[in-house]
């Protein structure tokens, strides 16, 4: 295949898919802002407890060819004051602080604060690295070896990082191809029932860790140093400016992991490869970093020993804030032909790659008259994105208790987030598309949601598709009571039935929340596109009759009914 060198993004080649449209855009612009960052943890004992350790880590300045963060102003305060207080650098270069109560009150408090000037330039980078890579320095090696959690050592890992990289001559493109594997293979679970590469490899599935963790592994066995970044994101959304109209992004406010990886030109480059390459928007705060997750434990850790007669364990519970005091983005987006299936933005790039072109979907099936009067709906069916953190209280998340030693044990953060949008307002409509490749009969749309508060009523509206957007309407399910909701913590399904008969034939339709009243309703969202399409969930307006906005991530929803052999 004849070489190209380019300007260019995302180079993703989709290896061992069917046909899908490629989902790739060539980012340009700038993110700047001021921030007040705020932790607020309160630790709860119980009778029994005879020593409390709590640890964090001072978040560093951090510079790379695009991401940037400036830390200024760190405070931490403990009430009451711990027995024994120490600061330490540790191998990997961070300053640890951690704080000790010996017979622990019932409650502790602690308060960490501080500024961070974050910055993201998005414009064009020029990395020449060829691959395979040689000569790594000496202190970069140590992020070339496997581990428990990144097993880059292990046969499959290692064939199927040989198969991405066939014919690769250049480290960016080496990259791109993992990075496209990942995206389009790996589908965002909160929680799985592990966090290491091979699960996510063999499952499909796994959350910020793993998408972290498998990337690593692939690059890895292929030479390429990559270290794993523990921070924190910010839900503050942002605007992606492109032709057709805005995409809109935003995360869970909450603890994340991500990577980055080494260039010898460029030095450590940040990557989130759940959706983006070569760089990380300014609403992450980079804390820790380290060859896994298993490592990077060290802020937010809690260890303590108890006797054998203690009724229970500590919990802890954590409050994050980020307070904009100023914010600037300019960002645009060029959608590109090429690329994965799954949305992923990268800036401009030159780098010598391969072009390979992705086809567009196949058309649903057509289904004549004369076969429609012979379907026969016999038999039940559930679809949609159906995976989410059901009835999980996310001021107390789970987080497993590991025993050190005999009476010693251990927590570590929480990687738990709260991924929902506030779906009642009266100035904003949203719409889930969903897409079916064969026949049904309708009877249920179950929506992941959690009642704050409130009154009024809840319905569905379903719509047909009108170019990729909510078009005719369909039908209209029950009305629902906001009262009949539960307001304990945690999300769960609310089933919305419609008593006329529906028949849908293969094609993509809409869903879309209605209410009346004030309900204070949040709409639980998974990161990225587990199910539907890029452009298949969106917003507008009340007063607009464009559904020009669209969404990075997709609701968590439920089809119900019968269909066909």
């Known amino acids: 295949m004849r070489k190209l060198y380019l300007w260019m993004t995302a180079v993703l080649i989709l290896l061992c898919c069917g046909p899908a449209a490629a989902e790739n855009y060539t980012v340009d612009g700038e993110m700047g802002s001021q921030i007040r960052f705020e932790i607020a943890k309160s630790v709860t004992t119980v009778a029994g407890v005879t020593k409390l350790t709590l640890s964090f880590v001072v978040p560093p300045t951090f510079q790379s060819p695009t991401y940037n963060q400036e830390i200024r102003g760190f405070e931490m305060k403990f009430s009451p004051s711990p027995q024994d207080e120490k600061k330490k650098v540790n191998e990997r270069g961070h300053e640890v602080i951690t704080a000790t109560w010996i017979k622990p009150p019932k409650t502790i408090d602690v308060r960490l604060s501080f500024n961070a000037a974050n910055t993201t330039q998005l414009k064009a980078l020029d990395t020449g690295v060829p691959f395979p890579l040689k000569d790594v320095p000496e202190d970069i090696q140590y992020y070339l070896k496997a581990t428990e959690q990144v097993q880059s050592g292990d046969a499959r890992i290692s064939k199927l990082a040989r198969e991405l990289t066939q014919g690769v001559t250049t480290e960016f493109d080496a990259v791109q191809r993992i990075l496209s594997y990942v995206i389009d293979h790996v589908r965002y679970v909160t929680p799985p029932a592990k966090y290491d590469a091979l699960y996510s490899l063999d499952s499909g599935k796994g959350n910020c860790q793993n998408f972290s963790h498998l990337a690593a592994a692939l690059m890895r066995a292929e030479g390429i140093p990559v270290r794993i970044v523990n921070g924190i994101t910010l839900n503050k959304a942002f605007d992606l400016k492109r032709e057709g109209g805005v995409l809109t992004f935003k995360m869970g406010q909450g603890r994340h992991s991500w990577i980055e990886v080494w260039f010898a030109d460029l030095g450590w480059v940040p990557f989130d490869p759940q959706q983006t390459a070569m760089f990380v928007s300014n609403r992450y705060i980079r804390i820790e970093t380290g060859a896994d997750n298993n ?13 054998k007669d203690s009724p229970g364990e500590p919990n802890a519970q954590e409050t994050i804030n980020g307070d904009f005091s100023d914010d600037k983005v300019t960002v645009t987006g060029k959608r590109q032909d090429y690329g994965p299936k799954n949305l992923l933005l990268v800036p401009y790039v030159k780098a010598e790659f391969k072009k390979i072109e992705v086809l567009p979907p196949p058309p649903p099936p057509v289904i004549t008259e004369e076969e429609r009067k012979e379907l026969r709906f ?3 069916f559930t679809y949609g994105n159906l995976d989410f953190p059901e009835n999980i209280d996310f001021a107390f998340p789970p987080t497993p208790v590991v025993s050190r030693d005999k009476g010693n044990f251990q927590k570590t953060k929480s990687f738990f987030v709260e991924t929902a949008e506030y779906v009642t307002t009266k100035l904003t409509q949203y719409a889930q598309v969903f897409v079916l490749k064969k026949p049904i009969q309708l009877n249920k749309v179950g929506l992941a949601v959690h009642k704050f ?18 078009g005719e309407p369909i039908s209209t399910s029950d009305m629902i009571n906001l009262d009949d909701l539960s307001e304990k913590p945690g999300y769960r399904w609310q089933d919305f039935e419609f008593r006329d008969t529906i028949t849908l034939m293969p094609g993509s339709y809409w869903i879309g929340l209605g209410f009346t009243g004030s309900p204070v309703l949040n709409w639980f969202y998974t990161y990225g596109k587990p199910v539907g399409p890029v452009e298949g969930t969106r917003y507008k307006g ?5 559904w020009s906005g669209a969404l990075s991530y997709e609701f968590n929803y439920r089809v119900m009914g019968m269909t066909t052999k």
């Open 295 to 307: 490592e990077t434990v060290n802020d937010g850790l809690m260890r303590w020993a108890q006797r």
């Open 378 to 380: 016999d038999l039940p």
């Open 453 to 470: 508060g409130g009154d009024g009523q809840l319905w569905i509206d379903l719509f047909k598709d009108n170019n990729g957007k909510p």
């Open 542 to 546: 009340v007063y607009e009759e464009d």
